[in-house]
């Protein structure tokens, strides 16, 4: 079971760029994906990135294509998503949450069910 903490929220003006960070403890192998979702009011949680930590495969919603990175510091048990060109449509609540895998070969997955551990999330608000 990890433990995660997100962290690097805030208020951004349209066009701008945030880096949010998901701290993971308990994270004693790479057999995880990791997933970045987020939950706008109203609406339900979308997936919007994950990693798979074995192989750094990686799979983005098309909404997020080209705009938002996810990356991982390995000495750090971090994991980033950088957001540039950022929408109001952007503005949610955003999650990292992670499952334990052993196929590393596969293509993570952006499904909510999928994933075990969640951490508290951190505000993004984009304003229009």
């Known amino acids: 079971q990890l433990q995660l903490v997100e962290s690097g929220g805030g208020l951004v003006q349209p066009g701008g760029s945030l880096r949010l960070s998901c701290a993971a403890s308990?994270?004693?192998?790479?057999?995880?994906?990791i997933g970045w979702f987020r939950q706008a009011p109203g609406k339900e949680r979308e997936g919007v990135s994950c990693?798979?930590?074995?192989?750094?495969?990686?799979m983005y919603a098309d909404s997020v294509k080209g705009r938002f990175t996810i990356s991982r510091d390995n000495a750090k048990n971090t994991m980033y998503l950088q957001m540039n060109s950022l929408k109001p449509e952007d503005t949610a609540v955003y999650y990292c949450?992670?499952?334990?895998?052993?196929?590393?070969?596969?293509?993570?997955?952006?499904?909510?069910?999928?994933?075990?551990?969640w951490g508290q999330g951190t505000q993004v608000t984009v304003p229009s």
């Open positions: 308990g994270l004693t192998s790479d057999y995880y994906a």
């Open positions: 949450a992670s499952y334990l895998t052993w196929d590393f070969r596969s293509l993570c997955g952006l499904s909510t069910s999928l994933y075990v551990d």
């Open positions: 990693i798979k930590l074995r192989s750094d495969r990686t």
